[in-house]
């Protein structure tokens, strides 16, 4: 049974040892071929160059990660891009993922860096919901097939189709979200995903490269209209991505 939340502690990993634990996590969560496999030695490197690793721990056991690199987007404006984030699944339903993304947002904050982006599988509606709805973070491009096509099961064979996640963590937005106030969406389009997608790719595939393929050409042509994602809805029917204009 796994622990509670409030059991689980978040620090930064810097040695050697400590970067096994996200290796092995990498293994068992998302079951990549080992030449996916991001390496020990390209963590140390994040560590020591401006980047972060963060690891989740449930007593001596590693139950979470994730890591961000440094980055520099035009007019020598620094952010980070973290990218990747895993929890194991006896504690994916803990609070862990957000957790350890704040901790990624504590870090920037106190170096002086406004922007951490992240890429998600828009077929991932729990994670959409986590990005807009818990973190708030906006969405306003999307890359097709951004990792190629891996061997990991949870990718079902599909492309890797993917969100850019924008989460810019010192603005009025997210400090509202974070501290639990509602924020009013102005919907002007929806791009809708039945909420069991999640089976639909493992059992039929066909279906659900249709269905990305489909909404793929929904949000290309939304944000290249100036809309981005601001909100998420769920039912037990739907996950719904709400998009308006965004300056």
Known sequence: MAGSEALVEIRPLTQLAEFAGVLRLQQVIWGFADVELLPLRFLVVVSKVGGHVFGAYDGAEMVGF???IPGVKPGARPYLHSHMLGVL?????A????RLKLRQREDALERGIELIEW???PLELKNAFLNIERLGAIVRRYA???YGVTASPLHGGL????CIAEWWIGSPRVEAI??????AHTARERIVFPADVARIR?????CARQMQMANAAKFENAFARGLAVTGFERSAAEGTYLLEPWP
């Open 66 to 68: 994730c890591f961000a």
């Open 89 to 93: 699944p006896a504690y994916c339903n």
């Open 95 to 98: 609070g862990i993922g957000r």
């Open 119 to 121: 890429t998600f599988d």
């Open 144 to 146: 097709e097939n951004q």
């Open 159 to 162: 492309p890797t189709d993917r």
């Open 178 to 183: 974070l501290a639990g106030q509602p924020v």
């Open 202 to 206: 493992h059992e039929d595939p066909r």
